[in-house]
């Protein structure tokens, strides 16, 4: 049974989510419109008043929901859209994810996710992404606490070094506690976003240095540009930091001139798919690329530098030509990654991290259990948006459940800090840590500062020391 609940008896909603039926619906007509949205009255093509016209940023609907007591409750949306959205949703001023929604051929419900109310009266905002959705109302019924997380206490690769499990065990002792703090440097030889953090923020360092091998794809054939793998080991050595190594790979064949031509799905031709045909000219150009990259990660390997190594990012947005050709020949990249690091190049000082979403279809892409040591994701939001982006923490604990610790692999915006969503490390990507509409600096100086934030002058409190034994 569903509680429909008129615009004038909202003193009384608390009751209908205590016990009507579980479920109560909140219609669009009794919401508050922000923007260029409008309420749409029942027409030939609906029997429902809806919200429409998300077209501009800051466009939105604001429903107050009173609950009876704090607690997680379910989220639906009754909506329709003509193509698949993205549909951001925001509790009590707190960001708590984008989720994608599918297309209509009319009204349909659903879920959004788990959501945290708070006792007392809440706001409940539906926002514009690439949306343009029509919203006829929410629905919110009271649901159970997130599951525990149940996690492996060794790496996936049975012969990690004793500094990747060292470090390993340092991560999932803190996770669910505190979250280590991180940024990433596009300029190794200059730390400048580094510099800022520590400026502005009384002296406060992040515990993770994030750094793209972009520069060490075999196709670049430029002088200049690396570096990286000197700077990730000054900073686990000579500032006992932890590092990070994403790698925007420049395709192996049909590369272009342009640096930032050469990865992107759209700037070059290069079949990915065609990595089932080992007889293949893409294969064996693959194979070269990640025989090569080995070579230049093993320095740090004999160093005895634990390394969060994190290849084919975003894969699932198939900007990227490792994501271009579906999950299939994705999967078949990363675990052939895998197999040839860990098995021929002996590349154990790794701890493997797979980026991935929290949509549905983010399982298809998912390379398995025995080939990923930690869960991220990336995520951007528009300016201004603060928040834990709890539901999207709670999707990938569900998706996976509970199974892996999850991280920010990168961010726009730095989180909110919260029991809630107690994700594994943060990294802010590059300048976007210095720009005031994303990163405001009394807002950086307050995270970096509060207590759930492990720094690199924390590290040692939170042993064991990953490069010691």
């Known amino acids: 049974m569903l509680c429909h609940l008129p615009s004038f008896l909202f003193a009384v909603a608390a009751l209908f989510l205590s016990g009507c039926a579980h479920t109560s619906e909140y219609p669009a007509r009794a919401a508050t419109v922000l923007g260029s949205v409008q309420i749409v009255p029942p027409d030939a093509t609906t029997d429902r008043d809806r919200a429409t016209g998300f077209t501009q940023p800051g466009d939105a609907i604001v429903f107050s929901v009173p609950a009876p007591r704090d607690g997680f409750y379910r989220l639906d949306l009754v909506y329709s859209a003509d193509a698949e959205k993205r549909i951001p949703v925001t509790i009590n001023g707190s960001m708590q994810g984008s989720r994608l929604f599918p297309k209509t051929t009319g009204f349909e419900t659903r879920s959004f996710g788990r959501i945290r109310l708070r006792a007392g009266t809440n706001t409940v905002r539906i926002g514009t992404d690439w949306g343009y959705a029509d919203i006829a109302s929410i629905r919110i019924k009271r649901t159970s606490p997130p599951r525990e997380f149940h996690l492996r206490t060794t790496p996936v690769n049975p012969n990690a070094s004793h500094e990747s499990r060292a470090l390993f065990t340092t991560l999932t002792r803190e996770f669910g506690q505190r979250t280590f703090t991180g940024q990433h440097e596009s300029n190794p030889t200059v730390p400048s976003r580094l510099d800022y953090i520590t400026r502005n923020t009384g002296g406060a360092t992040p515990a993770i240095l994030g750094l793209d091998l972009i520069y060490y794809s075999p196709s670049w054939n430029q002088p200049g540009g690396d570096g990286a793998i000197e700077a990730a080991r000054d900073w686990a050595l000579n500032r006992h930091g932890i590092v990070s190594l994403s790698w925007h790979w420049l395709a192996p064949l049909h590369a272009g001139p342009l640096i930032w031509d050469s990865f992107s799905t759209s700037k070059t031709p290069f079949d990915v798919s065609r990595i089932a045909d080992e007889s293949s000219p893409e294969y064996a150009a693959i194979i070269r690329d990640l025989d090569h990259l080995a070579e230049k990660l093993k320095p740090l390997r004999d160093a005895r530098i634990p390394v969060l190594w994190r290849p084919l990012h975003e894969a699932e947005g198939g900007w990227f030509w490792w994501g271009a050709r579906g999950p299939d020949a994705t999967r078949q990249l990363y675990r052939l990654m895998f197999d040839r ?67 920010l692999g990168e961010c726009g915006s730095i989180p909110d800090l919260t029991a809630d969503a107690p994700w594994l490390w943060f990294l802010t990507w590059d300048d976007l840590i210095s720009r005031p509409e994303l990163n405001p600096a009394d807002f950086v100086y307050t995270i970096f500062r509060t207590p759930r934030a492990i720094l690199l002058k924390g590290l040692q409190s939170a042993s064991p020391a990953p490069h010691s034994r």
């Open 341 to 407: 690091f860990t098995r021929i190049h002996h590349l154990d000082n790794l701890l493997w991290v797979w980026t991935s979403t929290d949509d549905d279809r983010s399982l298809d892409w998912y390379p398995g259990d025995n080939y990923v040591d930690i869960l991220a994701t990336d995520l951007y939001f528009s300016p201004g948006t603060r928040g834990d982006f709890f539901t999207v923490f709670d999707r990938l604990r569900e998706l996976h459940g509970g199974r892996k610790p999850i991280a």
